[in-house]
């Protein structure tokens, strides 16, 4: 058994940058599924918010319009307080980052590159190129390495140990071993992204499969606002991968197949630049209506670039011209880019406050996997990366002064049973003759991308919600191909599994009962957002039976009274 004073799992932006800050006074052990550098942070391409006012366009700029631009984004959803702090915060972390080497953009005085993103009133988002993620994520790994964080790369974590209202640690596998490790900790604080790949088509990495959030859910950490997914309108035709906001914020038009800039007709405003939930739902009606062009690999609506011309291309978005001539042959320079809507972000997660602190006592959760929640129904560009290292800079204060004040103990003998349960599982899933994980994961991704994605019925969520509870009965006979325990990715993948499963199961039934349209969430019955009934958060608990209980809790409302979102 490992024991760490505080313990990390994962390795992207939000648990590096808790790790940095919490190492110099603890023991901390870093826990990651693929080396850190290999997180879906570095995925992320255009940029990262903050109201530094650099843009000749944004002199009057300010952190109370970030947060008004991110409460309206939100549909009101967004609990204001969180929002309040982490737009108040977003300042002084960018200049953290530049401060420890990360090689932002830069406008000719020196000064950090902003531009335009969907939904803010000013240019705000802090770019590099397009790999921004990547700067921010190795910048963030060169750190914790140079501070001496202990981490441990390509360990799998199966299980998460609360017992008593106290979280005790994890167990985990090593991955080159097969070993499984019970990790004994004071706190443990989770920053382990997002679950994309519940769906088929998604733009998240193939890690990117929700375990962190169904492992909490399962040990017993209620989930917030699980209905509420972010479908990107901007992913390239076939492979789904990310086409970033910012080919939009530095000019990119949207074009149907009758030659019309189509934004016209659903944000005569902000165009191309409204809202992720609008400019999806708008690509999808086109394609829908029959002003979609046709491909082998799917029907599409062409994002244009050509007009800004070959070195404005190549200096801003130089990865996003790699990506389309490796992956299908076409150079944005001289064709437009064929794209369509696809999975792309979890507004829901982990119910956790402010602090990153969830109910249990010394558990956390910070970035995608938990719910703050600063992003409500819609999460606007460039606030994710903001939310990633804001949240982990402030788990690391919430902890430090948790330990001050509560000197936590956490008990060996739990995570004692729960690696003998883990092992019992692991030898059900290793006996021959079950059904092979990867179908049951081909039929949910199928089923949720066709009956819970950018509309929704209640018909169609029901038939889903079918399935579901359908495959979670059929994973009861899963076994893998290999009983051997190390490197077995196909054993771990069916572990990860029950835990997508569960995930699926508290977005379809949020889905089902919340009766209105807000944010990322359209019912096509009930298409108007309705904040007498439905302006509170969405609290999924498992019950006794394994099936979600829902309740609901009010929105924190401090400045900004809902109003109708007009772009």
Known sequence: MLNHDILVVGGGLTGLRAA????????????????????????????????????????????????????????????????????????????????????????????????????????????????????????LYERAVAKGVKIYPEWFVAALCIEDGQCHGIIAQDTHTGELIPVRSKCTFFGTGGYGRVYKHSTNALINTGSGIGMAYKAGVPLKDMEFVQFHPTTLVGTNILMTEGCRGEGGYLFNNQGERFMKRYAPSAMELAPRDIVARSIQTEINQGRGFEHPLGTYIQLDLRHLGENKIIERLPGIRSICIDFIGIDPVREPIPIMPSQHYSMGGIDVNERTASEIKGFYAGGECACVSVHGANRLGGNSLLETIVFGKLASIAIQEDLEKDNLKPNEKPLKMLKDAVLKKI??????????????????????????????????????????????????????????????????????????????????????????????????????????????????????DGDPVLSYKDVVITRYQPMERKY
């Open 427 to 544: 030898e059900r899933l290793t006996q021959p003759g079950g059904e092979k994980p990867y179908i049951i994961s081909a039929e949910l991704g199928a089923v949720m991308d066709e009956k819970v994605g950018i509309f929704r019925t209640h018909d169609e969520m029901s038939q889903a919600l079918e399935k579901v509870i359908e495959l979670k009965n059929r994973y009861k006979n899963v076994s893998v191909s290999s009983a051997i325990h190390y490197m077995n990715y196909e054993l771990q993948s069916a572990i990860e599994l029950e835990y997508m499963l569960d995930v699926a199961h508290a977005i379809t039934l949020g889905a089902i009962l919340r009766k209105e349209s807000r944010g990322a969430h359209y019912r096509l019955e009930f298409t108007k957002r309705n904040d007498n009934d439905w302006l509170k958060h969405t609290i999924a608990r498992m019950g006794d």
């Open 20 to 139: 940095v800050g919490l190492c110099d006074r603890y023991n901390v052990g870093l826990v990651s599924k693929v080396y850190p550098v290999r997180s879906h942070s570095i995925a992320a391409q255009g940029g990262i918010n903050a109201a530094l006012t650099n843009n000749p366009d944004s002199r009057d700029d300010s952190w109370e319009k970030h947060t008004f631009d991110t409460i309206k984004g939100s549909d009101y959803l967004g609990d204001q307080n969180a929002i309040e702090i982490m737009c108040k915060e977003a300042i002084k972390i960018v200049y953290e980052m530049e401060h420890w080497g990360c090689p932002f953009s830069r406008f000719s005085d020196g000064t950090i590159a902003q531009r335009p993103f969907g939904g803010a009133g000013y240019p705000r988002t802090c770019y590099s190129a397009d790999v921004t993620g990547h700067s921010l994520l190795n910048t």
